[in-house]
């Protein structure tokens, strides 16, 4: 059972550069969702998608893009790539619950933008 | 407005001691959901345990134990005989009903257990 996976777990670009993190998960969890992790701010949310073709903003949704047209893939597209960016990305997933639905983690994409 | 308060931002206790870290959270809600989450130094986030506005029950999971207390919107975790496995940052975090599984997080206590 892979679980939640995301690839790459390591990325390094350029400024101006797009960029796509990939997040594949196989539980067939209806929500997913897209943090990033930043020294001092913890995590914050980007974008979640309750649903296949159904996604909304979090957050911090500026200078990225996600898409859902499967269930078990949530990629987020930054579109031109800032110094600001620079992070560790984690994807996440879970089942709808009304709020209890328990949130489990991919393991991490380390992105730099230089 | 929902808010989840980790006031410690770093402890260090020697192997063997017991340690506290505290969560104090906001919630208009009378439903709600609190949670802990564990990641080590490998990056990982690993769930630790859900709790529902519900119970009040203090739960114990081996040397892991959770205590809430609606009283005073806090959910604090214990860890006892603490383990130099156990360093890691922790997250508190809470989830209000029908809001499409968004979890707030704290901003993380970081745990080092000393040998």
């Known amino acids: 059972d892979a679980g939640i996976t995301q690839s790459p777990r390591y990325k390094i670009t350029e400024t101006g550069r797009q960029v796509t993190l990939m997040c594949h998960q196989t539980w067939s969890h209806s929500y997913m969702f897209w943090y990033r992790q930043d020294l001092g701010h913890g995590l914050r949310l980007i974008y979640y998608?309750?649903?296949?073709?159904?996604?909304d903003k979090g957050e911090v949704p500026d200078g990225y893009v996600v898409s859902r047209s499967k269930t078990e893939n949530f990629p987020l597209t930054l579109e031109s790539a800032t110094r600001s960016q620079t992070s560790v990305y984690f994807c996440?997933?879970?089942?709808?619950?009304?709020?209890?639905?328990?949130?489990?983690f991919g393991p991490g994409t380390r992105l730099l933008v230089l | 407005a929902q808010k989840v308060t980790q006031a410690q931002t770093e402890i260090s206790v020697v192997e063997k001691e017991d340690v506290t870290l505290d969560c104090v959270y906001e919630t208009r809600d009378t439903t709600y959901y609190l949670f802990w989450y564990k990641q080590p130094p490998s990056g990982e986030l690993v769930f630790l345990i859900r709790?529902?506005?519900?119970?009040?029950q203090n739960e114990i999971s081996g040397r892991y134990s959770w205590n809430f207390q609606k009283s005073t919107s806090s959910f604090n975790f214990t860890i006892t005989a603490s383990q130099v496995v156990d360093s890691a940052v922790y997250f508190c975090?809470?989830?209000?009903?029908?809001?499409?599984?968004?979890?707030?997080f704290g901003k993380g206590t970081r745990l080092h257990i000393l040998p």
């Open positions: 709790r529902n506005s519900f119970d009040e």
């Open positions: 996440a997933s879970s089942r709808p619950g009304q709020g209890e639905g328990t949130q489990y």
């Open positions: 998608s309750a649903a296949a073709d159904i996604t």
């Open positions: 975090a809470l989830s209000e009903r029908y809001r499409d599984d968004k979890i707030i």
